[in-house]
């Protein structure tokens, strides 16, 4: 089993849970993260290995997939959670920002996946698990690009599930909502975001509203980064699993809201209901 961006929250969940039932595990995280993970007290072993991966980077991708390959009997199991957030209206985005955003949480899992789809096929065997987001079936302010990473991400999932089926291979996307964790500590901000957030701009009202909104909601989701992980470890093992699995309630809630309400009624109420609205766009 094969996880990306296994340094923290639910990477880290996912490495441990996934070792203590059993399965081989390579924890990757990037370089900048190695020591920090290792710390842990989590001891590599025959069972457990920590290597380098920046999923943006194509030579880590690359030779990591070679030496499991060679060495390792493969991957069976590959589980894309490696993802970053921006926090910016699209406006603040520069094209550089727009291009991490993607590469991170679209590009290279595409091409992680690639890379160990050959083997996977003619074992007529293997489990591609990419951690999407309820961002990836329903879009908000100050969330853009990360909900275009993760639209995108559902929709080439979407299509590998036809493509992947006849070969045995299946292919999962798990939904968390709000994850009662420290990842609201790890937003990536651009420099026009940061300021705004600061000081006096157009849009100080998003980005105020918005950060106080998701920091309060995270802190009292119930759904902690143990529980996503146990969610994916029962889809993994699960041989009915849907395409989409809802990991958290509140992507519960979502999902059947977004699938039911008439369009107009669904943007209309989610507008209404955005935090401080009265006070966006005053300036
Ligand atoms: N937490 C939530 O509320 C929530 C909700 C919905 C979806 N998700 C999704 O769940 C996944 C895991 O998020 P999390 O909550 O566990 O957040 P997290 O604690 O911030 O973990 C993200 C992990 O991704 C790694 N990462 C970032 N860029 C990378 C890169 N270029 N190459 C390799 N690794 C990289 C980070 O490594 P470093 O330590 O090196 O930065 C970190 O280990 C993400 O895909 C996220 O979009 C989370």
């Not at 727009?98 to 949480?105: A, F, I, V, W």
């Not at 091409?111 to 698990?129: D, F, N």
Request: charged letters at 20%.
């Amino acid at each position: 089993m094969l996880i990306t961006g296994a340094s923290s929250g639910i990477g880290l969940a996912l490495a441990k849970l996934g070792l203590q039932r059993g399965y081989r595990v390579v924890a990757t995280a990037r370089k900048s993260s190695l020591s920090r993970f290792r710390s842990l007290g989590l001891p590599e072993s025959e069972n457990f290995l920590i290597r380098p991966l920046d999923v943006t980077n194509a030579d880590q991708r690359e030779a990591l997939i070679a030496e499991l390959n060679k060495h390792h009997h493969g991957v069976d199991v590959l589980i894309n959670n490696a993802g970053i957030a921006y926090r910016s209206v699209i406006e603040h985005m520069s094209s550089a920002d727009e291009l991490l955003q993607m590469e991170t949480n679209f590009l290279g899992p595409m091409a992680l996946t690639r890379l160990v789809l050959p083997r996977m096929r003619k074992q007529r065997r293997g489990c591609i698990v990419n951690i999407s987001s309820v961002g990836g079936m329903m879009a908000m302010p100050t969330m853009g690009s990360y909900s275009a990473s993760k639209f995108a991400l559902e929709g080439a999932s979407e299509a590998l599930w036809y493509e992947l089926r006849p070969w045995n291979v299946r292919v999962v996307l798990v939904q968390p909502g709000f994850v009662h964790s420290n990842a609201f500590r790890h937003i990536y901000w651009t420099h026009r975001g940061k300021s705004a957030l600061t000081g006096q701009d157009d849009y100080h009202a998003y980005y105020a509203n918005m950060e106080s909104f998701v920091e309060r909601l995270m802190g009292i989701a119930h759904a902690t980064p143990d529980s996503i992980a146990k969610k994916v470890l029962r889809t993994i093992e699960s041989a009915h699993a849907p395409l989409r699995v809802s990991a958290t309630a509140d992507a519960v809630f979502f999902s059947w809201i977004r699938r039911f309400l008439p369009r107009r009624l669904y943007h209309g109420l989610l507008y209404r209901g955005l935090p401080g609205i009265s006070h966006w766009g005053k300036n």
